[in-house]
């Protein structure tokens, strides 16, 4: 079973408006949150980053939350563009022993924007 | 340019042939890791090195893959006699630190496709 699910898998809107994806996890115990951007054919490029303290976190049109207690993250983009459209994986890190380090990695949500 | 370098960036093999994967991390990183990312999927974690010492490699899928990273730098990901279940596009990651414990980011490289026809 995967230690990380996001939801929807995949979600179409229009040029301008806004999104929230959504991210469930199971890893523990925890260490960060991360939201990568993966555009067709090219590796994940970060675009936020939070320990379990933070419970939101900006960069630029992306807003990621965190909620530790429900171990539940979302990420918001604001006034789409063209260019988001990529997939947007969640991503957990893990904290312990031999297995520092691993990242755990949803599925990721396939957004399309439309003009 | 200074980001994370992989190469060959597409692969094809016939099953049953060996091929070797090649990561150049970012200068100075000291770890580095590899992932396998299935069509559709989100990339599956394989092996994890720091500096020269493979920490991590329970991801690995069977032995017929092996990771080298002998002088700290560039690592090697081997797949030997390839089936057609490896067919996937292989991540190479670095960071600056332990990126378990501290929020480093991960550097991705564009990946490699291979495909075992």
């Known amino acids: 079973k995967n230690q990380v699910e996001q939801s929807p898998q995949s979600l179409i809107i229009l040029e301008g408006k806004n999104c929230t994806l959504q991210?469930?996890?199971?890893?523990?115990?925890?260490?960060?949150l991360r939201w990568y951007k993966q555009d067709t054919g090219r590796g994940p490029v970060s675009l936020t980053i939070?320990?379990?303290?933070?419970n939101t976190k900006s960069n630029g049109r992306y807003t990621a939350t965190l909620d530790a207690d429900t171990k539940q993250s979302s990420l918001h983009i604001t006034a789409s563009q063209l260019s988001d459209s990529a997939s947007y994986i969640c991503?957990?890190?893990?904290?312990?022993?031999?297995?520092?380090?691993?990242?755990?990695f949803g599925r990721g949500t396939q957004l399309t924007v439309w003009p | 340019g200074a980001g994370v370098s992989q190469s060959p960036r597409y692969k094809v093999a016939k099953r049953g042939q060996d091929v070797a994967l090649r990561c150049d991390p970012i200068?100075?990183?000291?770890?580095l890791f590899w992932y396998q990312q299935a069509l559709g999927q989100g990339p599956e974690f394989l092996t994890y090195?720091?500096?020269?010492?493979?920490?991590?490699k329970s991801g690995l899928p069977s032995d017929r893959f092996f990771a080298e990273r002998p002088e700290g730098s560039v690592s090697t990901l081997k797949i030997q006699r390839t089936q057609q279940e490896d067919s996937a596009v292989y991540l190479c990651?670095?960071?600056?630190?332990?990126?378990?414990?501290?929020?480093?980011?991960?550097?991705f490289g564009p990946g490699t496709r291979l495909t075992v026809t």
């Open positions: 991210c469930n996890y199971t890893v523990s115990p925890f260490s960060n």
């Open positions: 991503v957990v890190s893990h904290d312990r022993g031999s297995t520092l380090g691993r990242l755990y």
């Open positions: 090195f720091q500096n020269e010492a493979q920490l991590d």
């Open positions: 990651a670095s960071s600056l630190g332990v990126s378990g414990r501290h929020p480093y980011g991960q550097y």
């Open positions: 939070m320990t379990f303290s933070e």
């Open positions: 200068s100075g990183h000291v770890s």
